[in-house]
């Protein structure tokens, strides 16, 4: 069987995070209404990070050595963005009274803060990251970006082993 090549599992990683970017955007903030939490930013960052390494890597389609630093980035990045929508879940599934306060605005906060203040923020969260907007078959948005996370693990880990 002929799996797919490095170049082209590059692509269709990047293409799925831009896909997933766009989704967020125009569907669910401009058409639904729901702003994005704290949370929700974070993940959206890891995701175009991880579009944009794939991206990348597919336009650099480097050596073996190289085709490996960029499986090894992408797949930090999404272990890493996994971390937060864990994390959201977490704040999702505690009772009404250990949710921690509702923090202020987002573009309130990048204009007030300092950018290192305003980055903190957004990846400690706050009562709004435990507000469930959305489900699809018992799964909260962060669940699904959690899965979107899983899958770049995998593509990543095959990637990084794959012979060439």
């Not at 050595?65 to 864990?86: C, D, E, N, R």
Request: hydrophobic share 50%; net charge neutral; proline share 4%.
């Amino acid at each position: 069987m002929n799996l797919p090549g490095y170049r082209t599992i590059n692509c269709l990683q990047a293409f799925v995070g831009i896909l997933l970017i766009l989704v967020a955007v125009l569907y669910f903030q401009n058409h639904l209404g729901l702003e994005p939490c704290y949370l929700c930013i974070t993940q959206r960052v890891f995701i175009i990070s991880i579009a944009a390494v794939c991206a990348l890597a597919a336009l650099h389609n480097p050596a073996q050595s190289g085709q490996k630093l960029y499986a090894g980035l992408s797949t930090s990045l999404a272990l890493v963005g996994s971390y937060f929508s864990g994390k959201q879940l977490w704040l999702q599934s505690l009772p009404e009274d250990k949710v921690p306060a509702c923090g202020i605005p987002v573009d309130y906060l990048f204009d007030v803060f300092s950018l290192s203040e305003a980055i903190s923020h957004l990846l400690r969260g706050d009562g709004n990251c435990a507000e469930v907007q959305w489900q699809l078959l018992g799964l909260s948005m962060p669940g699904w970006v959690l899965l979107a996370f899983i899958g770049y693990i995998v593509a990543g880990i095959y990637q990084f082993f794959r012979k060439v």
